[in-house]
């Protein structure tokens, strides 16, 4: 079946830090896949997302890079800010016409000034 | 702003109580979801709808009553909740096509807690 693994958190970083957050994946066929954030006491936004093998997204200088070959698609930010804090999900989601994301159990981030 | 609003943003009530969560997409999507997201779980999709039918039920209890009757509104009805209900129910439309990637929007969410 289909499933989505992030590294466990919480990850605790200094402002202006570099930051990686892993997420694996298992799928049949060639799913898109998705980075979305919650801030406290939000929902979740889209962050950055990839439909195919190679292809990088990117949003306000986060990235992640849909790697077939390893079945990964780690999000990552050179400078992270305080106003980054948030918990992070890596999710997937198959193409062509699939209505269900499979998420991952999401990665609290808090960034410290 | 995302476009899908969600009410109430936070709900108490007791065992014996009947409530209604309300959900809208003003995206023009034609598909809504509704999931749970408990603390320290993975976010757990409860029901979908595509044109206003259900297509999935993930084995939820039949104290959650889904609506949907129109393609822009989401109704999830509750009735004899257990305190382990508590959790924040989020509500996302998206617009489903043969190609190209499902991108779900999300509400708010509703913080409903069970006494």
């Known amino acids: 079946g289909n499933s989505v693994t992030q590294m466990e958190g919480p990850v605790t970083l200094s402002e202006e830090a570099f930051l990686t957050i892993n997420c694996t994946y298992t799928a049949t066929g060639y799913p898109s896949l998705f980075w979305y954030v919650q801030y406290p006491g939000e929902g979740l936004q889209l962050l950055l997302k990839?439909?195919?093998?190679?292809d990088k997204g990117s949003n306000k200088g986060f990235e992640a890079t849909y790697r077939k070959e390893t079945t990964s698609f780690h999000l990552e930010k050179g400078s992270v800010q305080v106003s980054d804090s948030a918990v992070y999900f890596c999710a997937l989601s198959r193409i062509q016409g699939a209505q269900k994301l499979v998420f991952g159990q999401g990665t609290r981030l808090t960034i410290n000034p | 702003e995302t476009g899908v609003t969600q009410t109430p943003r936070h709900l108490v009530m007791g065992m014996t109580n009947k409530k209604s969560l309300k959900c809208e997409q003003h995206l023009g999507h034609n598909a809504m979801y509704w999931y749970k997201q408990s603390a320290k779980k993975p976010l757990e999709l409860m029901f979908v709808y595509n044109f206003k039918e259900q297509t999935e039920n993930n084995s939820v209890p039949s104290r959650f009553s889904p609506e949907c009757p129109n393609s822009s509104h989401l109704f999830l009805h509750l009735h004899t909740l257990q305190p382990e209900d508590s959790a924040l129910y989020l509500c996302?439309?998206?617009?489903?096509?043969?190609?190209?990637?499902?991108?779900?929007?999300f509400g708010p969410g509703t913080r409903l807690t069970v006494l």
């Open positions: 990839a439909t195919k093998a190679d």
């Open positions: 996302a439309s998206s617009q489903l096509r043969d190609q190209g990637s499902n991108e779900q929007f």
